[in-house]
């Protein structure tokens, strides 16, 4: 057993990765086979990040959650902010320019709403839970765009870790709202063209949530939702901690 655990202290981002993809295979496995797919596998393993992350903290009394855990201090590495930003400018790259050129102004327009909505949302939300400064409404305004940008924000801007958690799981709880409700309200809000479906990525912003959606409505349309909901995450990376926060910082 000692010899065991000094291979894993030599390894630790190794044995970090191997934890996250044992969660996100059986995660997936968990979606198809007991879910068929309706959340997806990426909300169940980010749902129980966070249920290790809040037990990890428990039993050590830490801060850093699972991490603090001598053998999982690789996921902390994982999960630091190198390997966060690597993540989505990856993301970002995948995007085509020439499809969201077809969607012209509606892909923009879409965009730019969909962002102000769910952040205003967030914040509202925010405050009614007691927060009043702008670091914590900014981060919990951007968790309600997606679960990446929330924990962005918060990074840049320096928020708590009880703060950048409430934002990951409230960008969660979007995805999960998003996958369950888009196959069904598809044909009443006209969600059957490419446009359309390049606007609806744009307004939810949520890339797993509206895949996964609108593979349950017509996998067809699944890359040119997929294509604007990339774009809203940049975008709203780039928006929440910097123009958003300011302007909270006039009304906080």
């Given at each position: 057993?000692?010899?065991?655990?000094?291979?894993?202290?030599?390894?630790?981002?190794?044995?970090?990765?191997?934890?996250?993809?044992?969660?996100?295979?059986?995660?997936?496995?968990?979606?198809?086979?007991?879910?068929?797919?309706?959340?997806?596998?990426?909300?169940?393993?980010?749902?129980?990040?966070?249920v290790l992350g809040y037990l990890g903290g428990v039993f050590t009394d830490?801060?850093?959650?699972?991490?603090?855990?001598?053998?999982?201090?690789?996921?902390?590495?994982?999960?630091?902010?190198?390997?966060?930003?690597?993540?989505?400018?990856?993301?970002?790259?995948?995007?085509?320019?020439?499809?969201?050129?077809?969607?012209?102004?509606?892909?923009?327009?879409?965009?730019?709403?969909?962002?102000?909505?769910?952040?205003?949302?967030?914040?509202?939300?925010?405050?009614?839970?007691?927060?009043?400064?702008?670091?914590?409404?900014?981060?919990?305004?951007?968790?309600?765009?997606?679960?990446?940008?929330?924990?962005?924000?918060?990074?840049?801007?320096?928020?708590?870790?009880?703060?950048?958690?409430?934002?990951?799981?409230?960008?969660?709880?979007?995805?999960?709202?998003?996958?369950?409700?888009?196959?069904?309200?598809?044909?009443?809000?006209?969600?059957?063209?490419?446009?359309?479906?390049?606007?609806?990525?744009?307004?939810?912003?949520?890339?797993?949530?509206?895949?996964?959606?609108?593979?349950?409505?017509?996998?067809?349309?699944?890359?040119?939702?997929?294509?604007?909901?990339?774009?809203?995450?940049?975008?709203?990376?780039?928006?929440?901690p910097s123009l958003f926060y300011y302007i909270l910082t006039f009304f906080?």
């Amino acid at each position: 057993m000692e010899e065991l655990l000094k291979v894993i202290d030599k390894n630790a981002l190794i044995v970090g990765f191997l934890v996250v993809g044992v969660l996100a295979f059986l995660s997936d496995q968990f979606s198809k086979k007991f879910l068929k797919s309706r959340i997806p596998g990426s909300a169940i393993a980010i749902f129980l990040g966070l249920v290790l992350g809040y037990l990890g903290g428990v039993f050590t009394d830490g801060s850093k959650g699972i991490s603090d855990i001598e053998i999982f201090k690789g996921v902390g590495i994982l999960g630091g902010s190198m390997f966060r930003d690597f993540a989505i400018v990856a993301t970002a790259m995948g995007a085509s320019f020439l499809l969201v050129k077809k969607s012209g102004v509606l892909g923009l327009v879409s965009l730019v709403f969909g962002i102000l909505i769910f952040f205003v949302s967030g914040v509202a939300i925010a405050w009614v839970w007691g927060y009043r400064d702008a670091v914590s409404l900014s981060t919990i305004g951007a968790g309600a765009c997606t679960y990446i940008v929330g924990p962005v924000t918060g990074a840049a801007l320096g928020a708590s870790s009880e703060v950048i958690a409430l934002s990951i799981a409230a960008g969660v709880v979007k995805t999960i709202a998003v996958t369950i409700f888009t196959p069904v309200l598809a044909k009443k809000i006209g969600l059957e063209s490419p446009g359309s479906a390049m606007a609806y990525g744009g307004i939810m912003g949520t890339s797993s949530g509206v895949a996964a959606g609108l593979a349950a409505t017509d996998p067809k349309l699944v890359p040119y939702g997929a294509v604007t909901a990339t774009f809203y995450t940049g975008l709203g990376c780039l928006l929440c901690p910097s123009l958003f926060y300011y302007i909270l910082t006039f009304f906080s």
